[in-house]
């Protein structure tokens, strides 16, 4: 868990920015596991395909105890290195590819996952990080995710009418039950790439 920490910590300062992430190996990259965390995960995959990897948030530094970070909305968040390994208890993404690609892809994703959850307990006034994990795992509707990164409506995201467009990539799509990243037609389906269902009729495109 110490050896994640660091990594984690080290992880924004020393890769590359590698530009937009193909949507073959976002499918590929890693799943869902039993956590009900689908909207933060479709949200991540699909911000990763616009954005690329180290492109979501700015890290204004990195000491010892936290990560110090500006959102594309201008907030500010300060994320003790403490709480990552609730971050990644409460994430529990499962690789499916395991290459060193997919485990970028993975570190960070988590990394997002942690700043979501810091952004959300600072917006919703939790009186712990746990509290905002817990509702981020539990309680996150996919039609407004976005807004615990940082996105705001017209900049990085546009909502578009249920049922329509289903060809675009950088797609959050979702039911009442589950929630989707999905790209030119097809879906992430637990891990698998099949054809995007019409059951996951609500839209909203991540945008740059």
Request: a positive charge; hydrophobic letters at 40%.
């Amino acid at each position: 868990m110490k050896q994640m920490i660091l990594i984690l910590s080290l992880l924004c300062l020393s890769l590359d920015n590698f530009g937009q992430v193909s949507s073959e190996k976002l499918f590929n990259s890693f799943r869902q596991g039993e956590r009900t965390n689908c909207a933060s995960i479709a949200l991540i995959k699909a911000s990763l395909e616009v954005y690329g990897l180290n492109n979501l948030f700015t890290i204004n530094s990195d000491n010892t105890d936290t990560i110090k970070i500006t959102l594309k909305d201008k907030s500010q968040v300060i994320l003790p290195k403490s709480e990552l390994a609730l971050a990644d208890t409460s994430a529990g993404f499962k690789i499916i590819q395991n290459n060193q690609y997919s485990r970028d892809i993975v570190k960070y994703a988590l990394l997002t996952y942690a700043v979501m959850a810091k952004h959300k307990q600072d917006k919703e006034k939790y009186t712990t990080y746990k509290e905002a994990l817990d509702d981020l795992e539990y309680g996150a509707f996919a039609g407004d995710v976005c807004k615990y990164l940082g996105f705001k409506k017209g900049k990085q995201f546009v909502q578009h009418k249920r049922f329509t467009g289903g060809k675009l990539c950088g797609l959050i799509a979702w039911s009442p039950a589950h929630a989707v990243y999905a790209c030119d037609g097809y879906m992430d389906y637990h891990g698998t790439k099949k054809p995007l269902w019409a059951k996951y009729s609500g839209r909203v495109q991540i945008i740059k």
